[in-house]
């Protein structure tokens, strides 16, 4: 997936790739198909509250995971903001703050809106690429777990690797994109 902007102009969603802007429809396929994989693979929550949200259209499977998609693009990337795609080539997504008159007070926010990411990781893995996330070195982290260095070493290279993230230094830019604090 290359670089994508989502914003809501007049309350309909868009997308600008490679500098063209077009509304977003249930026959965005290549969009829509990638962001449902992404909800499935770590905001399981927020999907399952979007499913419940758009349930009377599951009749209609394209119209149905449009309106999922729509739904969470309007919560957490409507701004539009074109110094940092809201989807990046790698597929990773960076979420925006989004003017909404619900904030605080809707039932979505922190599930839908601003969510947490789950992974694959372990709890002990997630501890320890949190504190790495957050800078700490691997002799910093293993004196504050109580483990050695290079079980340390071995755990932050091993989520890399089962995130399939290009390099271990992606996994700080993940944990803070993706609101993850298992710490």
């Known amino acids: 997936m290359e670089n994508v902007e989502f914003f809501v102009i007049n309350g ?5 790739r490679n500098g063209v802007s077009k509304r977003l429809t249930e026959n965005d396929s290549d969009v829509i198909v990638f962001m449902m994989h992404q909800l499935n693979q770590f905001f399981p929550a927020a ?15 394209r119209y149905y995971e449009f309106r999922i998609v729509d739904r969470f693009i309007r919560c957490n990337f409507g701004e539009a903001d074109y110094m940092h ?4 080539d790698l597929g990773m997504f960076h979420f925006e703050e989004v003017k909404c008159p619900l904030r605080s007070l809707c039932k ?3 599930v839908v809106c601003k969510p947490k990411a789950k992974t ?4 002990e893995e997630e501890k320890v690429v949190g504190l790495y996330a957050k800078g700490l070195l691997p002799k910093e982290i293993a004196e504050k777990l109580g483990k050695s260095a ?4 071995r755990q932050i290279y091993n989520s890399y690797k089962k995130l399939k993230l290009p390099h271990p230094r992606w996994l700080i830019r993940f944990f803070s994109f993706y609101n993850i604090t298992n710490i």
Not at 53 to 60: E, F, L, P, Q, R
Not at 150 to 153: A, H, M, Q, R
Request: proline share 3%.
């Open 47 to 61: 999907l399952k509250a979007l499913q419940l949200w758009a349930a009377d259209s599951v009749g209609n499977t």
């Open 108 to 110: 979505m926010e922190g």
């Open 85 to 88: 795609p809201d989807l990046d």
């Open 150 to 153: 290079e079980t340390v070493k």
């Open 12 to 16: 309909h969603t868009f997308t600008s």
């Open 120 to 123: 694959v990781l372990s709890d």
